[in-house]
C-alpha cells in the first residue's frame, strides 16, 4: 500500500460544478497535509494545507481532514476551466522531519 | 522574488554521462530537497538536506549524489546517467518564511527536464 494514494482521474466536472478530490494516507500519525495544484509544464504551487480534524475554507476551495478515517479531501466550488490542473496531495508523515510525501495526483479537468 | 532557481531546465545526456543539476533558494531556509516526477507516479524524494552541513536520502537515492553547498545551495548529481532516470527534477525549499511562521510549505523551482538517451 502506498503511503499516500489518489486516485489518478482524470475527473471530469462540467462548469460551475462542485469538484470533489480525495486521497488518503497510510500514517496515522500524520501531523500536516497539503495541497498542490500542478499545470502541465509548470511546478506545483500550494493551495492549502490543514492540520485539524475539520474543513478550511479559502476562497473557492475548502479542504477536509478526518484523521480518524484517514483521509483528506478537496473541494472546489465553482468549477472553472482554469481549475485543470493535476491537484497532488502531500502529507507529513510522522517522524519525516520537514519532509512530504506526495500522492500520485488527480487530474482534473473542468469543461465549459 | 526569485524564489528557487534550478538550472537547466533541460538536458540531453548519453547513457554514462555524468551531469549535475544547480538549486538555489533566496528565502533563507534551511530545508532543501531533490524530487522527481515521473507520470502517474506523483514526486519522489531522491534527497534532502534539512539544514546546511546535513543530506539524507529519500525515496529513490539510487544512482544520485547530493551536495549541500551553503545555507542558499544544494546540488544533485548523477555520476553515470542511465535512461531510468529520464525525468523532471524539482528541487524544493522549506523553513522560517517572513513573518515567523512555518507551514511546513515546499517552494519548488521551475523544474528541470532531464532525457538519457
Known amino acids: 500500500q502506498k503511503e499516500v494514494e489518489q486516485n489518478s482521474g482524470p475527473l471530469s466536472v462540467p462548469e460551475g460544478a462542485i469538484a470533489s478530490l480525495n486521497c488518503t494516507y497510510s500514517?496515522?500519525?500524520?501531523?500536516?497535509f497539503f495541497w498542490y495544484r500542478q499545470y502541465s509544464g509548470k511546478s506545483p504551487e500550494l493551495i492549502m494545507f490543514?492540520?485539524?480534524?475539520g474543513d478550511k475554507e479559502d476562497g473557492r476551495f475548502t479542504a477536509q481532514l478526518n484523521k480518524a478515517s484517514q483521509y483528506v479531501s478537496l473541494l472546489i466550488r465553482d468549477s472553472q476551466p482554469s481549475d485543470s490542473a493535476t491537484y497532488l496531495c502531500?502529507?507529513?508523515?510522522?517522524?519525516?522531519?520537514?519532509?512530504?510525501?506526495f500522492g500520485g495526483g488527480t487530474r482534473l479537468m473542468v469543461k465549459p | 522574488n526569485a524564489g528557487v532557481t534550478q538550472t537547466p531546465k533541460f538536458q540531453v545526456l548519453k547513457t554514462g554521462q555524468s551531469m549535475t543539476l544547480q538549486c538555489a533558494q533566496d528565502?533563507?531556509?534551511?530545508?532543501m530537497y531533490w524530487y522527481r516526477q515521473d507520470p502517474g507516479m506523483g514526486l519522489r524524494l531522491i534527497y534532502y538536506?534539512?539544514?546546511?552541513?546535513?543530506?539524507d536520502k529519500g525515496e529513490v537515492p539510487n544512482g544520485y549524489n547530493v551536495s549541500r553547498l551553503n545555507k542558499r545551495e544544494f546540488s544533485l548529481r548523477l555520476e553515470s546517467a542511465a535512461p531510468s532516470q529520464t525525468s523532471v527534477y524539482f528541487c524544493?525549499?522549506?523553513?522560517?518564511?517572513?513573518?515567523?511562521?512555518?507551514?511546513?510549505?515546499?517552494?519548488f523551482g521551475e523544474g528541470s527536464r532531464l532525457t538519457v538517451l
Open positions: 528565502m533563507n531556509h534551511n530545508s
Open positions: 500514517d496515522r500519525g500524520s501531523q500536516s
Open positions: 524544493a525549499s522549506s523553513g522560517v518564511i517572513t513573518g515567523g511562521v512555518n507551514t511546513g510549505e515546499l517552494f
Open positions: 538536506s534539512a539544514s546546511e552541513g546535513t543530506t
Open positions: 490543514i492540520y485539524s480534524n
Open positions: 502531500a502529507v507529513n508523515l510522522h517522524n519525516a522531519g520537514n519532509m512530504l510525501t
